[in-house]
């Protein structure tokens, strides 16, 4: 409660009722269970892929950053039927595309080729696909986090003639009511930025759990962690989700904790039954007035960004890199202080937890850091404390 009355610190708040009516902020709450592939062998990467489908997952989340057999890659997988995303570099990209153009992929396959914060700025006609999780990676504070993946949509929409989809990629961390209000008010500075360039477009907001909060020590605590990370983006209308498996700081893709993944998400249908009820929070005094305070402060941070020249222009005066430096430090030593907790790493402590190599013979889920914003692990210095 502390955070969201410090965040409405400027907003009269009196009554415990919404008299304004409000109406849900999106119309369906069904969302692509996603499982990551990180292609290094096409052939390997198709048995994994096809494992999830027949096991519970509806969407596939492609990691390529090689030269690619596509066809090979994508043998009997039927993308007209689910949720894909396509990670790639420029180098794969028009080889990508043509494969597509040549199958019916289907109205939800997406590729997403966004070097903005390389310092490239690339026309997306029809559908414009970004990835924004780097800034809630890097420490950034909730408010910022939204001006800035306001501001990074804008540099495309100014860019782009034809747009007729919006596909991105966010980060959602582990504050369970700020998260559900974070997905609601991006959705929100959406279609509100859409209504000033005169635009309609359908929005995708593809989830993926954080990995800012996920640790080697008591790994198994950080399913816990992802599992109210993706409760939180599916309450808050993501439309598909990512839970990365608890070992992935520290241990390859393995069928277990992909296995638990999944499970994760199934349980959160199935059993607890979230996707029955759109937008489930709406009505709800708390959520909707964090809802509206997020989008406002956003809003006026996205507004100082633009009168700079946008975030190109931030990026290169190091602007933005100066902020979440900032934010970056602040929790940071929320953290080391105990203000903000991560159970089994700075309280509840096992006194006998070994440290567990780093076994991963390459970086899977990570973000590398771009135009100088570099991500941040809150449990590192604890972990670097253990002993072998």
Same mark, same amino acid.
């Not at 449990?379 to 072998?388: D, G």
């Given at each position: #409660? ?14 415990? !009722? ?8 999106? !119309?369906? !709450? ?103 999780? *780097?800034?809630?990676?890097?420490? @950034? ?9 306001? %501001? ?7 860019? @782009? ?8 990629? #966010? ?6 009511? #700020?998260?559900? %209000? ?40 950080? #399913? ?5 990370? %993706? ?19 520290? !241990? ?11 499970? /994760? /998400? ?15 929070? %709406? ?10 305070? *997020? ?5 006026? /941070? ?61 970086? /899977? ?24």
């Amino acid at each position: #409660m502390a955070k969201f009355e410090s965040i409405c610190k400027n907003k009269a708040v009196k009554k415990e !009722n919404i008299i304004d009516k409000t109406g849900p902020v999106f !119309n369906t !709450n069904d969302w692509a269970i996603c499982e990551a592939i990180y292609v290094e062998d096409e052939k390997l990467a198709n048995i994994q892929a096809l494992n999830a489908l027949q096991n519970g997952a509806s969407g596939l989340v492609f990691h390529i950053s090689k030269k690619t057999d596509f066809a090979l890659l994508l043998k009997d997988i039927l993308l007209e039927h689910i949720y894909s995303l396509f990670k790639i570099n420029s180098e794969n990209e028009k080889e990508l595309n043509n494969y597509l153009s040549s199958i019916n992929c289907g109205a939800n396959c997406f590729v997403e080729c966004d070097n903005l914060l390389n310092g490239t700025l690339k026309e997306q006609n029809s559908t414009i696909s970004i990835n924004t999780s *780097l800034y809630q990676e890097a420490g @950034s504070n909730t408010i910022n986090e939204l001006a800035f993946s306001l %501001a990074h949509l804008n540099e495309y929409l100014n860019v @782009s003639s034809i747009v007729k989809k919006i596909h991105i990629s #966010m980060s959602v961390g582990g504050d369970f009511f #700020m998260e559900i %209000a974070k997905v609601r008010a991006l959705r929100k500075l959406i279609n509100f930025l859409l209504n000033e360039y005169k635009l309609t477009a359908n929005i995708h907001i593809h989830a993926q759990t954080t990995l800012i909060n996920k640790s080697t020590i008591d790994s198994y605590t950080n #399913m816990l962690r992802s599992t109210t990370e %993706a409760m939180s983006a599916s309450i808050g209308g993501a439309n598909s989700i990512l839970v990365l498996p608890f070992d992935i700081e520290f !241990n390859n893709q393995n069928d277990f904790s992909s296995r638990m993944a999944r499970n /994760q /998400q199934l349980i959160l249908k199935d059993e607890s039954y979230l996707n029955k009820v759109a937008d489930m929070a %709406a009505g709800s005094y708390y959520i909707e007035t964090f809802t509206e305070t *997020l989008c406002e402060k956003a809003w006026e /941070q996205f507004k100082v960004i633009e009168s700079k020249r946008g975030l190109s222009a931030c990026l290169k005066s190091n602007y933005i890199q100066d902020i979440i430096t900032k934010d970056a430090e602040i929790l940071i030593q929320q953290f080391k202080e105990g203000k903000l907790v991560l159970v089994g790493v700075n309280k509840f402590q096992n006194k006998n937890e070994e440290k567990i190599k780093d076994t991963r013979s390459k970086s /899977q889920g990570e973000l590398s850091a771009n135009a100088g914003i570099k991500v941040i692990n809150l449990s590192q210095s604890f972990e670097n404390l253990l002993v072998n």
